[in-house]
Structure formats: structure tokens, C-alpha cells
């Protein structure tokens, strides 16, 4: 009779009657064969790993551990992993990032960190520093290069995922913000395993609005609840395009195909007062109610939708904050499209998607720590409004 494994033990895409990760006969059984799991089950160590009370005491010192999930590639799990590690600085928190995509690395460069080295400690590896209280680990700061294509089976995946846990010196901090690849394999079952004692928060789950993402994002929600992390909330990215409309491009077509820039005639007819409303459009099909439908099927909270933003996406580009200042090129450009009456305090560009990435931030602040946090001065918004 196949032994019968906890929940928290079986992984999302595992085969019928798994007898779960830390069983003796995990990727040998009869139940194994076929399983897209069997080679990291079969060669992973069996019985109490003594690397896990060591992950465990280093844990101690987190308050709090969020992961960033999605079942499906390019949604966005970075760019919102970037932009809540610096929101979360920005309220005096002390911040940890942890990228745990180790064939494709993206937080180096969103944070701005390109080309930083890690260095060791007789503490163990010391992060990647970009404020005082914002730290960052990845792989890519490992490379030589960073066109370098990591090619690695899953039992060095979880070797390293298991290093960065046990070996980072984060100090004393109050959220690490885990930014994890897509889908449910190596990376997520090692998470989940070195984790388990660690009292993770839960996971925040990303996706985009079109039923071909929602498809294996809900694959990535049962993963979470099979292996006993809890939901945070799901967060519908690229909802719909949002931006002012003289960043717009207005082009006249001709019967034959030809276009011609319009965009300076178009924008002499419209008022003034109205160059600076936000037009929104629809990018993907919804066909069945998208997220916030998806989460309610499955009877797990819906934090929000955001938008795309070209000034979001090019701050992610530029490895800045969305929410703070900055002295590159490319803020002073955003600052200078804008003037003076469309800003407060620090001179910050208006962004369309600030409202709702301020507002989902809160939810999670609270839904973390149970109290009510000062809101993030982006832009003026007091209360960010969710669509």
C-alpha cells in the first residue's frame, strides 16, 4: 500500500498517490514514474536535513517572509518584487530581497545593482546593499558575465536556494520579499521545503488578465495550498494600458497602409487641463472575468489591478524606485514632461499605476502586520484607489 503523504509534502504537478518529497521512497516508487519531479525527489537527501535548523535560526531574524508567485512567465513578478522591496523601504522598514530565479536572474538590474559582487563574511554572505535598509542576493551578482546562461539541474538549484537561506547575513530585518521564477518546479518545492519551519507569511500570486495566464496561475494557487503556504492575495498586472495623453502618439492611415504623425494637431484641439488626463485602453481579452473572478472561484483574496505604465516599466528599466526621487537621466526627464503643478514635496512625476501599487502595498502591509501604516506620498495620493 502506497504510503500516504501530508499535504504540505506534495508538490502541485506531483503524480496520483505521491508518497511526498521527504518520504524514503520519494522518486522511486512505482507512483513516481512519469512525475516531472522524480529526478530532484530521488536525489534529494532523506530524513531531518541539519541545513534546516540552521535556515530556521537564520529566519528568526525575519519578521516577516513574502513570496512572489505566478504559474506563468513575463506577468510581472519582478518588476512588483522590485517595486514592494522599495516601497517597504521607504517606510523606514528594513528590506531584504532574495531572487531565487536562478536560470533568469532580473533583480540586479531593477534595482540598479548590475555589476556588484557579493562579499563574505566570518557572518556568512553580506547582500547587496542599495540603501541601508534595503539589502538584495541573486545569482546574477555570481556571474561573470551577465549574458552567462545558468544551465543547472534542479539539485544545484536547490543547493544554492539552500545556501542563500542558510548563509545570507540579512541582520535583523522586517521583510524579505522572495522573488521566485514561474511555474511550480525545483525553485518552488525547494522554497517550500526550507521554509517550512519558518512561519512564511504567504505568497503574494501575480498574473495578467487573459484566461491563457489565469490557466496557470491557478495551478500556481493550488501548489501554494498543497504545500501549506497561504495566499496573500493575487494581483492583476498589465490591466489595461494607462497613460496621460500628451505622452500619447496620434497617427492619421491612409487607404493604402501609409501613416502620418498627427500627434501635434490633435494635441493643439484638445484643452490644455485635458493633455494631462489619463486615457485608459483594454490590452488582453478578459473572457472570463480575469483575476479578480479567478480568486473568488478559488476563494482566495484579490488585492488589486495595475495597469501598464510606461513610467513604471521605465523605472523598473532604469533599476529606481518608483516612489522615491532619483537623479537619473531618465527621472529628470519624467519630471521635466510634467511641471511644477502636476507634482508635491519631492518634485515625483505623476505615474497611473501608483494609485493602485500604493494601495495593494498597504493591503499587504496590513494583512502582514495587523496595523494601519502611514500611506507612501506617491504623488500626492492619499488613498490609492483599486479598480
Known sequence: MAERALAAEVPADANAHCPGTSSETAGKSEACAGCPNQEICATSPKGPDPDLIAIEQRMRNIKHKILVLSGKGGVGKSTFSAQLAFALAAKSKEVGLLDIDICGPSIPKMLGLEGEEIHQSNAGWSPVYVEDNLGVMSIGFMLQNPDDAVIWRGPRKNALIKQFLKDVDWGVIDYLVVDAPPGTSDEHISIAQFLKASNVDGAIIITTPQEVSIIDVRKEINFCKKVGIPVLGVVENMSGLSQQLHKFKF?????????????????????????????????????????????????????????????????????????????????????????????????????????????????????????????????????????
Open 251 to 387: 497617427f492619421s492611415t491612409s487607404p493604402d497602409g501609409a501613416q502620418q504623425d498627427v500627434t501635434q494637431q490633435v494635441l493643439q484641439h484638445l484643452p490644455a487641463e485635458l493633455q494631462n488626463c489619463v486615457a485608459q485602453t483594454e490590452v488582453f481579452h478578459v473572457s472570463k472575468g480575469g483575476a479578480e473572478q479567478m480568486a473568488k472561484d478559488m476563494q482566495v483574496p484579490f488585492l488589486g489591478r495595475l495597469p501598464l505604465d510606461p513610467l513604471l516599466s521605465r523605472a523598473a528599466e532604469e533599476g529606481r524606485s518608483a516612489f522615491g526621487t532619483s537623479s537619473s537621466k531618465g527621472a529628470e526627464e519624467d519630471r521635466s514632461a510634467f511641471g511644477s503643478s502636476n507634482l508635491k514635496g519631492n518634485s515625483k512625476p505623476f505615474m497611473p499605476s501608483l494609485p493602485a501599487l500604493e494601495a495593494i502595498i498597504q493591503q499587504l502591509m496590513q494583512l502582514t502586520e495587523g496595523s494601519q501604516n502611514g500611506q507612501l506620498e506617491s504623488n500626492g495620493v492619499q488613498n490609492g484607489g483599486l479598480h
